[in-house]
C-alpha cells in the first residue's frame, strides 16, 4: 500500500504517520452540543447517525443520495508502536498480509480486483497506534466489497507461499523512501527522543528487522492479529447514497460478524520527551541542498480544553504573515524564503509538540540566534498582548466562518476522516472539533504559553554542509547531538529583531453587495482590447456565497527563451514575499485563499477562492503589487540562490518527480522545456537592472483573462476586469496571444532516454502518446487502464515482486491522451524490468481479447457512473469549466464529450485502440530510464530506428 504521503514541509517529516497518535491515549470530552444530535455545519447536506455495533464497533454512517459510490473506512486499533523489538516494523507487514488472501476469497488481491472492476480506489495506512483499511466503490459491487474485506480481517489466511514476496514488498518501499530526506529527518526524530518509547523504533521494517519472514515472524503475526484486530479496538465510517437506516442495517448484518475477542487498549504512557532530550542542538546532514531552522516544543495534550483551543488561538498569531508579525519580519529582514508554524497538541497521545519550520537565506544562516531571539520576543507580546480580546474575536469570528461555509469532502476523504478521528474525538463533535469555539480560559493560555521557553526547546539544523558523526541504521542520514551550553542558553533570548502582534482592523471595509447572476454555462461578459472576462454559476450550490476568481497575465515574452523563463519565476518569488501580508489577511479576515504561480503555458495565473464577496477587491490588491514590483538587490540574491537549489535537487527528488521532468523536456512542455543545465547556466547572469528591466517591459504587453465561477453577477466581473486593465496600463498585447505548439506527436517514432540519479533505484516509464486529440481515444484509455492497472500490479508487483510501485496511468499531454507505465525497483536492472512490462503487454492483449463483454460494460457503466453523479460541492462542479478556460478550449463541453465517447466504448473499440496505441505503433513512444550514476547496468536500447537520449 501507499503509505509515504508527499510532503513539502520538513516539519511535516517530523509528525509523519503520527497525527493520530492520540487514540486510545486520550479521547476529548463531548461538547454539550453532542448530547442530542450529531453536529454539522449548516452547509453540510448530508446526514448522519452513530452507534456502536453488538461486538462493539464504533460505526458513523453518512447519507449522500447523489452518491453513485460507497466508500468505507475502518480503522484498527493497532500500530508501528506495538511492534514487538524482535519484530519491527510487523503491524505494517500484518497490513501488507490483510490482503493476500482469506477464508472466503483465498487468492492473494481478490479485494483490490473487485473494488478495481468497479471504478473503486483502495489502500491502506500503517501508522503509530492505528491502520486504516479503507475503499470507495460503484455502488453496484459495494455489498460484495464489504463482505470481501470483514473476511480479510477477521480471517486471513497468512499463507507461509505469500510472505517472502510480501516481506519482500515492505522492503522495496523502506528502499524507495531510505534516501529520502523527510524520512532521514524522521529517523533523526526517533533516535532522539526517549529510547524508551516505541517512537524510537523501526516502524516501516525491512527484510532483516523481519527476518525475510521466517516461522517466527509468521507465528509474532498471528500473535498480533489475535491480539489487536479484535473489533472492540476498531472505528467504522460508512458513506453511501442510501438512508442512515438501511446503511446501519447493512453494517449491522455484515460488520457484526468480526469477532469480538474483548482484547484490552494498551495504553503508551511513556513520555516521548525526557529532560536528557531537551536543551539540544540536533545538526542533519542531508541530501539535498537546503538550509533550515526548525524549533521544536514539548507541550501538553489540551483535549480537556479542546472548545477553548489555547493551542489553535497561539498558532494563529505565531503562523500570521501580517505586517510585523513573526514570520513577516523575518522575510522583510531577508532571512528566511518561507516559514510555517504547527502546534500539534495530541501528536504523541500522551503529549505533543510544537514546531517552527524556517526556510533560511544565506542571511538567515548566520543570524540564527537573532532569528530564535526574534521568536521569543514574539511569544512575550503574545503574552502581554493588549489586545488579545479582539484578537479572541477575529478567532472567533473566522473558526464561525469555516464552519458555517463547509463544502463537502468526496466520499472516501470524509470516510477516512471520521474513522480515523472516531478513536479520540466523540463521533458526534468530529465535524466541528475544528471550529468549535467557546472563549479563551486566561489561566490555560498562560500555562500553554509557558511551555515555549529555552529550557524546553530542541533546535534542529538541516543541510547538505552540515557535520554529522552518527550514521542512522535505518536510514542515508547522519547528525550530531550538542547540549545547550550555560552561554548558549542565556543568548537564545537575545539581540531579536523588533516585531508586532497583527493589527487590527479598526474600519471594516465597504465592498459593494453581490448578487448571483443565472449563467448555468460559462460565457464571455466583456471583451475589450487587451483583457476579456467570463463567468459561469453554479447549478447545484446556488445559494452558497463563495467561488473562484481566476485570471492570467499573458505575454508571449514570459517563456520566449530560457533566459525570460527564469526572470518571470523569479519575479514571482519576489512577488510572493510581497504579497505574504495581503495573503494571510485574505485567508483569515475573509476566508479567501490564494495562489500565484507559471502555469504550464508559461503565463502568470493567479486564482482567490472561498468566500465571494471581496475577491474583487483583493484582485485588484493582487494587479497593484505587480504593477509596483520592484526587486531589491538582496531580494534577488536570495531569489536566484532558491531557484538554483531547486534546480540542483532535481536528480535527489523521488524519481517518480525527476521522471515527471525528464518527460516535459521531452514533450516541450512551455514552461518545463529547458533542462537544469541550461537554466542553471541562464540563471547566473541575470543582474538587477536587467530583472526589473523585463518587468517593466512586460507590463507594456500583457494580456489580461479573468474567468468567474460560483456567486457573482456579471455587472461586477466586468468592472473588475475593466479595473484590472486599467491599473495594469497600456498594452500592446490587445489580443489574446496564440499558445505555442512545439511538440508534435510524430506516431511510430521511439526515443529513449537514458537519465542518471542521485538515488539507488531505478525508474522506467513507457509512455504513448496518441497522434490527436480524441474524446474516442480518452474514452478507451480510461476504461482499458481500470483492466490493465490491476492485472499490472497483480503480476509484476504481487507475483514477480519487480518493485514496490508498479503502476499505469492516463495523462494529457498538450490535448493529446496518452498512457504511461511505471516501475520502480531496487531488485530488477532496466533491460530485465523493459522485457518484463513488453512480455506483459503482449498477454494482456490476448486476455483482453478473452475477457467477456459484459465485464468490460461493468466497468465501463462504473465510470460513466462517476462522471455523471452529482458533484460533491461548489468546486468540483465548477473545476472542469475551469480546466476548459485554462486550456484555452473555450467549448466547455468536455464533460458532455466525454460521457458521449464513454457511451460508445465496446470490447471491440478497446482491443483496437490497445492493439493500435501499444502494439502497432499508432502512438509516439518515449521512454524514460533514470539509475543511478555508478551503476554500471546496462540501460535497455532499441534497434537503430529509435533515438536515444
Do not use: C
Not at 531580494?635 to 538554483?644: M, T
Not at 473555450?890 to 464533460?895: G, L, T, V
Amino acid at each position: 500500500m501507499h503509505k509515504t504521503l508527499k510532503i513539502a514541509s520538513l516539519v511535516m517529516a517530523l509528525s509523519a504517520n503520527m497525527t493520530l497518535a492520540s487514540q486510545q491515549l486520550s479521547q476529548a470530552f463531548p461538547s454539550s452540543l453532542s448530547v442530542s444530535k450529531f453536529v454539522k455545519s449548516p452547509s453540510d447536506t448530508r446526514e448522519y447517525d452513530t452507534f456502536k455495533l453488538e461486538n462493539g464497533i464504533e460505526v458513523v454512517v453518512v447519507s449522500d443520495p447523489t452518491l453513485s459510490e460507497v466508500a468505507v473506512s475502518l480503522t484498527v486499533g493497532v500500530g508501528q508502536f506495538h511492534d514487538p523489538k524482535a519484530h519491527q516494523g510487523l503491524a505494517h507487514f500484518l497490513e501488507h498480509m490483510i490482503f493476500q488472501g482469506s477464508k472466503a476469497y483465498p487468492e492473494p488481491n481478490q479485494l483490490m480486483d473487485h473494488i478495481k472492476r468497479y471504478n473503486g480506489v483502495y489502500n491502506a495506512t500503517t501508522e503509530m497506534q492505528q491502520t486504516n483499511y479503507f475503499f470507495s466503490i460503484n455502488e453496484q459491487g459495494a455489498d460484495k466489497a464489504i463482505n470481501m474485506l470483514v473476511d480479510a480481517i477477521a480471517y486471513p489466511l497468512f499463507k507461509e507461499t505469500n510472505l517472502a514476496k510480501e516481506v519482500n514488498a515492505v522492503d522495496q518501499e523502506w528502499h524507495r523512501n531510505k534516501q529520502q530526506d523527510m524520512y532521514g529527518i524522521n529517523r533523526v526524530v526517533a533516535n532522539t527522543v526517549n529510547p524508551e518509547h516505541p517512537i524510537s523504533g523501526f516502524g516501516s521494517g525491512n527484510k532483516a528487522t523481519l527476518n525475510n519472514g521466517d516461522k517466527k515472524t509468521l507465528a509474532a503475526m498471528k500473535q498480533m492479529h489475535k491480539a489487536f484486530y479484535s473489533s472492540n479496538l476498531m472505528k467504522l465510517a460508512v458513506v453511501g447514497n442510501s438512508s442512515t437506516a438501511e446503511l446501519k442495517n447493512k453494517v449491522q448484518a455484515i460488520f457484526n460478524k468480526i469477532p469480538n475477542k474483548s482484547k484490552p487498549a494498551q495504553r503508551i504512557t511513556l513520555p516521548v520527551f525526557t529532560p536528557d532530550t531537551l536543551q539540544k542542538e540536533i545538526f542533519v546532514k542531508t541530501n539535498q541542498e537546503i538550509d533550515s531552522l526548525l524549533l521544536q516544543f514539548p507541550i501538553s495534550n489540551n483535549f480537556a480544553s479542546w472548545e477553548s483551543k489555547p493551542y489553535k488561538f497561539i498558532n494563529h498569531l505565531l503562523s500570521s504573515q501580517e505586517e510585523g508579525s513573526f514570520l513577516e519580519t523575518l522575510q522583510q529582514q531577508e532571512l528566511i524564503n518561507n516559514g510555517g508554524t504547527y502546534v500539534l497538541p495530541n501528536i504523541y497521545g500522551q503529549s505533543g509538540t510544537a514546531l517552527i519550520e524556517l526556510s533560511l537565506t544565506e542571511k538567515g544562516a548566520e543570524n540564527k540566534q537573532r532569528i530564535i531571539a526574534t521568536f521569543f520576543e514574539y511569544i512575550e507580546l503574545i503574552k502581554k498582548n493588549p489586545q488579545q480580546v479582539q484578537h479572541e474575536q477575529e478567532f472567533a469570528d473566522m473558526l464561525k466562518a469555516q464552519f458555517e461555509n463547509y463544502l463537502n469532502m468526496p466520499a472516501l476523504r470524509l470516510a477516512v476522516h471520521l474513522s480515523r478521528n472516531m478513536t479520540h474525538i466523540p463521533a458526534k463533535d468530529i465535524m466541528h472539533f475544528n471550529t468549535r469555539f467557546t472563549g479563551l480560559e486566561q489561566e490555560q493560555l498562560t500555562q500553554t504559553l509557558n511551555q515555549f521557553s529555552p529550557e524546553k526547546m530542541r533546535i534542529f539544523h538541516f543541510g547538505n554542509k552540515e557535520e554529522a558523526n552518527i550514521k542512522l541504521r535505518y536510514a542515508d542520514a547522519s547528525y550530531r547531538v550538542e547540549k545547550f551550553t550555560p552561554t548558549k542558553l542565556q543568548q537564545l533570548t537575545r539581540n531579536a529583531y523588533q516585531v508586532n502582534l497583527p493589527a487590527i482592523e479598526q474600519k471594516e471595509e465597504q465592498i459593494a453587495s453581490l448578487e448571483n447572476s443565472d449563467l448555468t454555462s460559462p460565457a464571455k461578459v466583456i471583451g475589450m482590447p487587451g483583457a476579456e472576462g467570463w463567468l459561469v454559476n453554479s447549478t447545484e450550490f446556488a445559494d452558497t456565497k463563495q467561488g473562484m476568481m481566476a485570471f492570467t497575465l499573458e505575454s508571449p515574452l514570459f517563456n520566449q527563451d530560457v533566459k525570460s523563463h527564469i526572470m518571470t519565476n523569479l519575479l514571482l518569488i519576489a512577488f510572493q514575499k510581497d504579497t505574504n501580508s495581503l495573503t494571510s489577511r485574505a485567508q483569515r479576515k475573509d476566508q479567501i485563499n490564494t495562489m500565484g504561480l507559471q502555469d504550464e503555458y508559461g503565463n502568470l495565473f493567479f486564482s482567490l477562492f472561498g468566500k465571494t464577496k471581496k475577491q474583487n477587491a483583493y484582485a485588484t490588491k493582487i494587479i497593484d503589487k505587480w504593477v509596483a514590483l520592484e526587486v531589491s538587490q538582496s531580494r534577488l540574491k536570495s531569489a536566484i540562490k532558491q531557484y538554483e537549489k531547486a534546480l540542483k535537487n532535481l536528480d535527489k527528488q523521488p524519481l517518480p518527480q525527476q521522471a515527471a521532468a525528464h518527460l516535459n523536456i521531452a514533450t516541450k512542455a512551455s514552461n518545463t522545456k529547458w533542462g537544469v543545465d541550461t537554466q542553471l547556466n541562464a540563471l547566473q547572469s541575470v543582474t538587477l537592472k536587467e530583472i526589473n528591466a523585463f518587468h517593466k517591459q512586460t507590463m507594456s504587453n500583457l494580456y489580461l483573462d479573468v474567468f468567474a465561477m460560483g456567486y457573482f453577477d456579471a455587472k461586477s466581473i466586468s468592472k473588475t476586469v475593466k479595473l484590472l486593465r486599467e491599473k495594469l496600463g497600456d498594452t500592446a498585447q490587445t489580443v489574446k496571444p496564440k499558445r505555442s505548439d512545439d511538440f508534435k506527436v510524430n506516431s511510430g517514432t521511439i526515443t529513449n532516454f537514458k537519465k542518471t540519479s542521485e538515488l539507488d533505484n531505478v525508474f522506467f516509464q513507457e509512455t504513448f502518446i496518441y497522434p490527436e486529440a480524441s474524446d474516442e481515444v480518452n474514452a478507451n484509455l480510461a476504461v482499458l487502464n481500470k483492466v490493465f492497472s490491476q492485472l499490472l500490479f497483480n503480476s509484476l508487483r504481487t507475483e514477480k515482486q519487480m518493485g514496490y510501485m508498479v503502476t499505469s496511468q492516463l495523462a494529457k499531454i498538450q490535448k493529446h491522451p496518452a498512457f504511461y507505465i511505471a516501475l520502480e525497483s531496487n531488485s530488477h536492472d532496466l533491460v530485465t524490468i523493459k522485457k518484463e512490462v513488453d512480455s506483459f503487454i503482449l498477454g494482456f492483449y490476448k486476455t483482453l481479447q478473452q475477457t467477456p463483454s459484459e465485464e468490460l460494460e461493468q466497468i465501463k457503466s462504473s465510470v460513466l457512473d462517476e462522471l455523471q453523479q452529482k458533484p460533491e460541492n461548489l468546486f468540483a462542479e465548477l473545476a472542469v469549466h475551469l480546466n476548459s478556460w485554462h486550456t484555452d478550449t473555450r467549448s466547455f463541453d468536455s464533460r458532455s464529450r466525454s460521457i458521449k465517447a464513454l457511451k460508445q466504448v465496446s470490447k471491440a473499440s478497446l482491443v483496437k485502440h490497445f492493439k493500435e496505441i501499444l502494439l502497432e505503433g499508432k502512438a509516439e513512444n518515449i521512454l524514460i530510464q533514470i539509475q543511478k550514476k555508478d551503476n554500471q547496468a546496462d540501460y535497455y536500447s532499441y534497434n537503430q530506428s529509435a533515438v536515444s537520449k
